[in-house]
T-cell receptor, first 109, second 113 residues
Framework: AQRVTQPEKLLSVFKGAPVELKCNYS??????LFWYVQYSRQRLQLLLR??SRESIKGFTADLNKGETSFHLKKPFAQEEDSAMYYC???????????FGAGTRLAVHP | DAGVIQSPRHEVTEMGQEVTLRCKPI?????LFWYRQTMMRGLELLIY????????DSGMPEDRFSAKMPNASFSTLKIQPSEPRDSAVYFC???????????FGQGTRLTVV
């Protein structure tokens, strides 16, 4: 069965420290992976997708098929990065969009 | 376009009452998803539709939950009877075509007392 696992519920770092939000997936086919972010009192929005290979707000994520991982990274965290981050997977012929449990990132001054 | 619109934004109801949550997807989007967000489980997919047809409802917790999409511009999620453990934020999202970005509504915060 398709599954997205985010092992950390909370990640707490200081401003300027590197950040890595972990995401592992299980899916037998070729996955389409995303990171979504939810800032306080705002709706969920797309942060980045693996096919774009882009950096958004300093964040990057590399798909590692061998480790079935899609970790989100940023070299220097900012206070405005504090938010809830969700890793997501599209699977199946009917494009089911499923999410992990989410990780709350707290960046302290 | 105003984006995905959900109503109401907040709902407080007594246990045993019927609750109906509403969603208006972005015009032209052919996928619609209902999610439930809780602290313990994060964002759970309840059901999703493609061209108004339910594709997968395996995430619907039990028979008390039902969802409909009578046309391309409207969907409802109904809980009858409601229970305190249904308290959560319910999100609706829509997507235009396969493998493109999903857009979320602002959610409905449901409290069942």
């Amino acid at each position: 069965a398709q599954r997205v696992t985010q092992p950390e519920k909370l990640l707490s770092v200081f401003k300027g420290a590197p950040v890595e939000l972990k995401c592992n997936y299980s899916y037998s086919g070729s996955p389409e992976l995303f990171w979504y972010v939810q800032y306080s009192r705002q709706r969920l929005q797309l942060l980045l997708r693996h096919i774009s290979r882009e950096s958004i707000k300093g964040f990057t994520a590399d798909l590692n098929k061998g480790e079935t991982s899609f970790h989100l990274k940023k070299p220097f965290a900012q206070e405005e990065d504090s938010a809830m981050y969700y890793c997501a997977l599209i699977s199946g012929g009917y494009n089911k969009l499923i999410f992990g449990a989410g990780t709350r990132l707290a960046v302290h001054p | 376009d105003a984006g995905v619109i959900q109503s109401p934004r907040h709902e407080v109801t007594e246990m045993g009452q019927e609750v109906t949550l509403r969603c208006k997807p972005i015009s032209g989007h052919d996928y619609l998803f209902w999610y439930r967000q809780t602290m313990m489980r994060g964002l759970e997919l309840l059901i999703y539709f493609n061209n108004n047809v339910p594709i997968d409802d395996s995430g619907m917790p039990e028979d008390r939950f039902s969802a409909k999409m009578p046309n391309a511009s409207f969907s409802t999620l109904k809980i009858q009877p409601s229970e305190p453990r249904d308290s959560a934020v319910y999100f609706c999202a829509s997507r235009r075509t396969a493998n493109t970005e999903a857009f979320f509504g602002q959610g409905t915060r449901l409290t069942v007392v």
